[in-house]
């Protein structure tokens, strides 16, 4: 069955940050909602590349090689590979484009590990 979801509604059930959420499956690519603030965890990700759509807020995407800012009704793809370290000094909205079974931390595990997909 085909379902629409709307983003500020779906952005308004999340409580939490850090926590991505499963808005759609698209083949083995999953769009998770997610909120952030404050900074992330340095990571990687072996084989998987990820995708980053700030909806609202800004994300300062922290690379080795230098920093990125990413603004509403920006994105950014993070190769996979490459170390790097979301910030988000405000409350900032982001949609993730990447495979179901890519965990949040990568090569990292700590209290910030999400191992399950938690569905809107």
């Known amino acids: ?6 983003i500020p509604s779906a952005f308004a059930q999340i409580h939490d940050v850090e926590h991505p959420r499963v808005a759609a499956m698209v083949n083995e690519f999953a769009v998770k909602f997610v909120k952030l603030k404050g900074d992330f965890v340095w990571h990687h990700h072996e084989e998987e ?15 080795r090689d230098g920093d990125v800012t990413v603004h509403e009704n920006e994105m950014i ?32 595990t700590n209290e910030k590990t999400r191992t399950t997909l938690d569905s809107l």
């Open 49 to 63: 590349d990820e995708l980053f759509l700030v909806v609202k807020g800004k994300l300062l995407m922290k690379l």
């Open 1 to 6: 069955m085909l379902q629409k979801v709307s």
């Open 77 to 108: 793809m993070i190769p996979h590979g490459v170390e790097h370290c979301p910030v988000a000094e405000e409350e900032t909205h982001v949609i993730l484009f990447e495979r179901a079974s890519t965990v949040n931390t990568g090569n990292v």
